[in-house]
């Protein structure tokens, strides 16, 4: 068991029942030519999560954690992308649409995969999922039962989006949920403070907050600096 300095209050794990799960990197979302950039937003504020999470991914790759990649999109011919969703925003480019990096958010499109600095290695799991929450028409509860996962170490993007939506369907469903704040983007920073803020308040309604160093130092001490 290591324990994590966190807020509310420290955060205790076993790296062997506890998963990372690292949310929507796609190139969708993080390079420029992208969905989100197409949006209007700047995927600069994205870009640097990367280096962090790569860090943490190797520490939990290296303590044997199970770690979970997700994904954000559809199917080619849309049929399960909720008509609301496609209509949402009244814009031109929407999922579906052809962009620089190929179909919007649709399967085995360029833009859907996950950005080289994190690509999943071999026994890594790679859920698709249709929603914001990964838990939403996925068999992500039956991946974490099966391995008695009790715990989740949350990264990823956006912040109050899909990183929100996942923790809270996460905590519903019993998990212990730690985000990490420098592991996490939004294109709204203001958003990215007061989602974290919301998750720790009230003696951690939706889990625990910390930085990735704090995680690191605890799950492999000799390695903490690293990345300072
Ligand atoms: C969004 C996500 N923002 N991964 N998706 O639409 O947060």
Not at 39 to 55: E, F, H, I, K, T
Not at 190 to 206: D, N, S, T
Request: aromatic letters at 6%; hydrophobic letters at 40%.
């Amino acid at each position: 068991m290591t324990s994590v300095s966190a807020e509310p209050y420290e955060f205790d794990l076993d790296p062997a029942t506890t998963a990372l799960v690292v949310i929507d990197m796609q190139r969708d979302f993080l390079q420029p030519g992208g969905f989100g950039e197409l949006l209007g937003n700047d995927v600069s504020l994205l870009a640097r999560v990367v280096a962090p999470l790569q860090r943490v991914l190797a520490a939990a790759r290296e303590t044997g954690m199970l770690v979970i990649h997700t994904r954000e999109g559809h199917r080619p011919d849309l049929a399960d992308c909720p008509p609301a969703k496609l209509t949402r925003g009244r814009a031109e480019t929407t999922i579906g649409s052809s962009g620089p990096k190929g179909r919007i958010l649709i399967r085995g499109e360029d833009g859907h995969d996950i950005v080289p600095e994190l690509r999943p290695i071999p026994g890594e799991v790679v859920l698709d999922k249709p929603g914001k929450g990964a838990f939403y028409a996925t068999d992500m509860e039956a991946v974490l039962r099966n391995r008695s996962i009790t715990h989740l170490v949350v990264t990823g993007v956006t912040t109050e989006v899909c990183v929100h939506t996942t923790v809270r369907e996460a905590n519903d469903r019993g998990f212990e949920c730690l985000v990490l704040s420098d592991c996490c983007g939004s294109y709204f920073p203001e958003f990215h403070e007061v989602g974290l803020r919301m998750i720790a308040a009230q003696g951690g309604i939706f889990g625990w907050v910390a930085a990735s160093e704090d995680l690191l130092s605890a799950l492999i001490p000799a390695t903490a600096d690293l990345g300072a």
